[in-house]
Nanobody, 116 residues
Framework: QVSLVESGGGLVQPGGSLRLSCAAS?????????MYWYRQAPGNQRELVAH??????AYADSVKGRFTIFRDNAENTWYLQMNSLKPGDTAVYYC??????????WGPGTQVTVSS
């Protein structure tokens, strides 16, 4: 079973940037064409933030124009570049992959805190 580990979170001031990484412990299932980044703020449900499938990206309206999802196939890793961060972006961020929906066990996530 592939394990996913997120990293790159931290404390950043409003307007700052972070790059999150998602590393898979083994090879991603070749049938899994979807890569995801989700986030969960305290008291809220986990929400989809960014999605990548066959080179096509999609984003939640709240992050469009500020976040970018991309993948490094050689390293079996995908990333979330987050710019112009806002306090509302504060959450634990999770990655996943699948075919049509997230199919791996959720990793521990990485905490992102945006605060002055």
């Amino acid at each position: 079973q592939v394990s996913l580990v997120e990293s790159g979170g931290g404390l950043v001031q409003p307007g700052g940037s972070l790059r999150l990484s998602c590393a898979a412990s083994g090879s991603i299932n070749v049938g899994f064409r979807d890569m995801y980044w989700y986030r969960q703020a305290p008291g809220n449900q986990r929400e989809l933030v960014a999605h990548l499938r066959d080179g096509v990206t999609a984003y939640a309206d709240s992050v469009k124009g500020r976040f970018t999802i991309f993948r490094d196939n050689a390293e079996n890793t995908w990333y979330l570049q987050m710019n112009s961060l806002k306090p509302g972006d504060t959450a634990v961020y999770y990655c996943n992959a699948g075919n049509g929906h997230p199919q791996y066990r959720w990793g521990p996530g990485t905490q992102v805190t945006v605060s002055s």
